[in-house]
């Protein structure tokens, strides 16, 4: 399946918390969004693309240890991406 049916509901979300989604990744497709705390302390936010299922995998870390995975469907996507962000602003 493609990104292309998370990409409006994500580029919305991200929009409201002002962050920029990164879609290459060498020579991948990719939607990846870093999160970067008011200390400079740096999280990342991505999502796999969506099964053939319609399931969509959420996941943050804290770039050392710290790792929260969630998992969505097309109508709880919102609230997962919301769910990661919080848990990510929690790790601050």
């Given at each position: 399946m493609s990104y292309s049916i998370v990409d409006p509901i994500l580029e919305?979300?991200?929009?409201?918390?002002?962050?920029?989604?990164?879609?290459?990744?060498?020579?991948?497709?990719?939607r990846s969004i870093d999160i970067v705390s008011p200390q400079g302390k740096r999280f990342q936010l991505w999502i796999d693309e969506p099964s053939r299922s319609g399931d969509i995998s959420v996941h943050i870390w804290d770039m050392k240890k710290r790792r929260q995975d969630y998992v969505a469907t097309k109508s709880s996507f919102k609230d997962k991406l919301e769910a990661a962000y919080q848990q990510a602003q929690s790790w601050f």
């Amino acid at each position: 399946m493609s990104y292309s049916i998370v990409d409006p509901i994500l580029e919305a979300w991200a929009d409201s918390h002002s962050l920029h989604i990164h879609t290459q990744y060498q020579d991948a497709e990719v939607r990846s969004i870093d999160i970067v705390s008011p200390q400079g302390k740096r999280f990342q936010l991505w999502i796999d693309e969506p099964s053939r299922s319609g399931d969509i995998s959420v996941h943050i870390w804290d770039m050392k240890k710290r790792r929260q995975d969630y998992v969505a469907t097309k109508s709880s996507f919102k609230d997962k991406l919301e769910a990661a962000y919080q848990q990510a602003q929690s790790w601050f």
